[in-house]
């Protein structure tokens, strides 16, 4: 029965975030961050608490007033945070429940993760505490209700025996101190709820706390919005205990169990309640099963490096990787972005739930696995293509300076950037990086520097006509100007064989390139590689003396410019129309090259079904498309 739910359940939730993927794209997919957004909400509810504290009279005479002066007295500034106060704390309570189903649903609560699931069932009953708790506070006839319903419900304890409820015979039976209890309960639960949140994310390696700036951004807007069109008010005037309330509005999300309060005996909601409760916390252990001894623990040998993680039963070699700080690339954790790929050289692993358009059937066949979602059934081998041995770097934000720029062909910008504090970044030739515009979209420009050479970033920039930041690199911007990006990302990386290497690179695809062939020439790489470069006229082959050099320094390097646009009257002497099929005129047979592509989409979409047609391995092409507008794989270079 668990096992059918829960297969029904990640069926739904695989093909919401599929949706959510075309609607947002994988890095902002809001059920990717699920966590980080409940630690966003949280921040929000405790913020607009403060302010709304300052102003709030502790007395039973003057709680409602105090709360109605700060709603209609200052709109602007009481009335609005109330609002968001409310509307955060129903929405933290959502992406809670959504966070445990989703973690149900993927059967992600067993074995180490045991700890984050029960901290977790906690939190929510914290929540709803602090919850109901806040809506006493304003002392109206919802408050009348809740506080009543709340201690008749507790007067079933043994221990209570009516004692609590008979507080509220009288109106005069309440008194200042009650109030004393209520703030001090309200802001004493939340400090624990912080606490646990903490405690609760010790466990996950490398854990988020702050969801992408766009999501925040927007959810923040939201409910400021939903608090302007629907703020929330006080029900029915201060509350009148000799009349009890008829009609009120609820709040369904923190209120949910109060009317089961008055429809069944209290001793059948505790029951319930302990239940519910108790199911919650024994579910990493169901069904019962007959202990098979203490779990082995598995190796992973993660390759270049040949650094060795040891993983424990049911852990993703992400998870085991990050725990033992090897610096694996990834994004969304969730099988949802294909930042995480690897191959599997040895060993067996169970692929789990991933986005089939970032994991297709053709990699699967090639051995490759995503490493957030793929758990080792025993010792296994893997190569990480953006890892570099030992000096790739996780994936963070950075704030950069423009050191210099120099213009290389009328549209080809070269763009120099240093960190501060002579901070520098690591990355695997053939990278790339996000520069962050302050609208939260993304450009993404490759290295063009090797790994070596990372004093200062890189960049080769080419004017497209209407491109917001390409016009800006031409037109406005300076040295000394400070550039936000993400990095590094990307998979385009050299990886290990002996076969040659056919480089494609269209126009400023040559960037990446040139990292990877700095690079291999640093190493020492003895295979032979040929680079074809294609560009419309002979003035855009911006580098052409550079690869010239290569080739008359290094014996395994020859390069072939093909123009594909050019004139009679402009000289060009060398090869003409499209570069593809230069290599494919030039190789018949590809069955025993190793070719690595980069440029427009339309290029790279041309040439790789005709490689594969000419007898190339689909094992060994290797691409990296590019386009003007933002794409799910890769944001635009515009």
Excluded at 48 to 70: C, M, P
Excluded at 323 to 341: E, F, I, M, S, T
Excluded at 496 to 503: A, G, K, Y
Excluded at 555 to 573: H, I, M, Q
Aim: charged share 15%.
């Amino acid at each position: 029965m668990i096992r059918a739910l829960q297969r029904l359940l990640a069926w739904l939730f695989m093909r919401a975030e599929a949706l959510f993927n075309r609607a947002f794209g994988n890095r902002i997919n809001p059920l990717y961050h699920l966590g980080a957004i409940t630690f966003f909400l949280f921040w929000i509810v405790a913020g607009t608490g403060l302010y709304l504290f300052a102003f709030f009279d502790t007395s039973v005479s003057g709680a409602h007033r105090s709360v109605e002066a700060l709603t209609h007295g200052q709109w602007f500034a009481g009335g609005i945070l109330r609002s968001l106060h409310r509307y955060a704390s129903d929405a933290m309570v959502v992406t809670m429940l959504i966070h445990m189903l989703r973690y149900f649903a993927f059967d992600r609560m067993r074995g180490f993760r045991w700890f984050s699931w029960v901290t977790g069932v906690a939190l929510i009953w914290l929540v709803y505490v602090a919850g109901a708790n806040g809506y006493m506070l304003p002392w109206d006839r919802l408050a009348q209700f809740v506080t009543i319903a709340s201690f008749e419900w507790l007067d079933w304890l043994p221990g209570f025996g009516g004692a609590l409820i008979r507080n509220f015979i009288y109106p005069t039976s309440v008194n200042d101190r009650l109030f004393s209890l209520l703030v001090f309960i309200h802001i004493g639960v939340p400090l624990f709820v912080l606490l646990l949140m903490w405690v609760h994310v010790q466990r996950v390696p490398k854990a988020s706390t702050q969801p992408p700036r766009p999501i925040a951004i927007s959810l923040a807007l939201s409910l400021l919005a939903l608090s302007l069109v629907q703020p929330a008010l006080s029900q029915g005037g201060p509350a009148q205990l000799d009349v009890a309330p008829t009609l009120l509005h609820f709040d369904w999300f923190l209120l949910g169990l109060y009317p089961l309060v008055y429809v069944w005996p209290p001793g059948v909601v505790w029951g319930g309640v302990a239940g519910i409760t108790g199911l919650l916390l024994l579910t990493p252990w169901l069904p019962l099963r007959r202990s098979g001894g203490k779990a082995r623990t598995l190796q992973i040998t993660v390759h270049p490096g040949a650094r060795h993680v040891p993983a424990r039963g049911g852990e993703t070699i992400l998870e085991a990787g990050l725990r033992a700080d090897v610096p694996l690339p990834y994004h969304c954790r969730n099988g949802g972005c294909g930042l995480c790929v690897c191959t599997v050289l040895n060993g067996r692993v169970d692929q789990g739930a991933y986005q089939p358009a970032v994991l297709t059937d053709a990699m699967r066949a090639r051995g490759q696995a995503l490493m957030c979602c793929a758990v080792p059934l025993e010792d296994i081998e893997i190569e990480v293509p953006n890892l570099s041995a030992g000096t790739a770097s996780p994936v963070r934000q950075y704030t950069g300076r423009v050191t210099a720029m120099e213009r290389l062909a009328e549209d080809v910008m070269r763009v120099l950037i240093a960190l501060p504090d002579g901070e520098r970044i690591a990355f695997a030739a053939g990278q790339y990086i996000d520069i962050l515009l302050d609208d939260g979209q993304r450009r993404a420009f490759s290295f063009a520097s090797p790994p070596h050479e990372n004093a200062q970033i890189e960049l080769h920039i080419r004017r497209i006509p209407g491109g917001r930041f390409t016009t800006h690199v031409f037109d406005g911007m300076a040295v000394g100007d400070t550039l936000r990006f993400e990095g590094p990302l990307g998979h385009f990386t050299l990886h290990e064989s002996t076969r040659p290497i056919l480089f494609l690179a269209g126009a400023t695809g040559f960037a990446p390139i040139k990292s990877i062939v700095e690079d291999a020439f640093r190493r020492g790489l003895q295979r032979p590689m040929r680079l074809y470069w294609g560009v419309r006229r002979p003035q855009d082959l911006y580098l052409l003396s550079l690869t010239e050099r290569w080739q008359r320094e290094h014996a395994n390097f020859t390069v072939v410019p093909v123009v594909s646009d050019g004139s009679p009257e402009d000289g060009w002497t060398g090869r003409r129309g499209l570069v593809h099929e230069a290599i494919l005129a030039d190789y018949p047979d590809l069955s025993g090259q190793e070719v690595y592509a980069c440029g427009s989409t339309k290029m790279v979409e041309t040439a790789v079904p005709a490689f594969l047609a000419q007898g190339l391995g689909e094992s060994f092409c290797f691409s990296d498309a590019f386009t003007t507008s933002a794409t799910l794989a890769k944001p635009a270079k515009t």
